[in-house]
């Protein structure tokens, strides 16, 4: 028997609806094989903050790190609580799992569906994945206030690129893209703006291109990747782009690929040093919390991207048919999200 030792954190909000089921599908997928979870869970979050005034304790950091996988629900408040300013949960914890982890690759496929709405009206066949990278970017809080509160206030925030962090998702990119059938990568970037880290980007694709004659590249400005995302999506295959444009192109991609409920990701540490961990790409949505309105589609369908990195791809794709069974015979009729959980359990096929 196989023991994967799980770190489970649910968070705030739906962060622990969507989260339950999750672990429900997960143990009905694995069940009858010789693999088992022993899951450790860590209550973490704006509510533990709230209570206890703590974010992250290094102790349960180790205590995290210390297991193979990390399973993450949403974490957060009402976006602008001021009982929150100040603690800055996003950053404090989320971020800091993400860097101190380095989960240097946040992939976040968008496929849409058979038998799912677009907003769209002509999708055509969708089936690409952002890679973003996940540790660099303007998310390392390289910056500062100056003369804070007076009308000369300055305030930095400074887009850090390495070439070793840009590196490393680039081939990475590369890597995901000639796994594929399409093997096609489109970088994302601004160059024409943003000239210096544009320029490294540039040399860096370039060079690794080189040893991917199989791939086809393109590259893209970000403003006009949005109006390409909208306008015909079916042309993407993988796209590498940074920390932040990433984060803005895949809730653009969420909502082409039938909402953000459907909308998985996995922050992967390729080398292994540290525990992976795969989260919805929404967040812990205060306006529907406790009210089992959540679809939990995106939690199950980032467990799904763990056990693919787990190397249990034959079990993620038993996950992934009963997730399309469930979308494909979708009625009109509103479903809580234990139901939906319900549904996927049932629709999982038999093994092998
Ligand atoms: P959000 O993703 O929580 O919600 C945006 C909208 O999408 C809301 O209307 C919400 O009801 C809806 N929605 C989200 N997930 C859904 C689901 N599974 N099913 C149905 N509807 C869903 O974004 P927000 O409102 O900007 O942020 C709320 C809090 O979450 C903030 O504190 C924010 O910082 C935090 N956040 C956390 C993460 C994370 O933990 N990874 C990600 C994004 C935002
Ligand atoms: C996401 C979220 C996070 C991000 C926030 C909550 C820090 O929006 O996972 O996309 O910006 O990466
Ligand atoms: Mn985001």
Redesign the pocket.
Known sequence: TRTIKLAVIP?????PE?TEQANRVLDAVIAGSDVQFERTEFKLG?ERFLETGETLPEAEQAAIAEHDVIL????????G?PR?REAN??RGL?LKLRFDFEHYANVRPCTLYPGVTSPLENPGEVDFVVVREGTEGPYVGNGGTLRGGTPAEVATEVSVNTAFGVERIVRFAFETAKSRPRKKLTWVHKTNVLVHAGATWQRIVENIGAKYPEVSVNYMHVDAATIHMVQDPAQFDVLVTDNLFGDILTDLAGAIGG???LAASGNINPDGNFPSMF??????????AGQQ???????ILSAGLMLDHLGLQAEGDRLRAAVRTDLSSRGTEARSTTQIGDAIVAALPSRG
Request: no cysteine; net charge negative.
């Open positions: 968070g705030d909000g739906i962060g969507v704006a993450f629900g949403a974490v957060g408040g009402v976006p609580d929150l949960i996003e989320l909402g953000i409920g989260e919805p790409v929404h967040g812990s949505a205060p306006d529907i309105k959540a679809d939990p589609t995106a939690a």
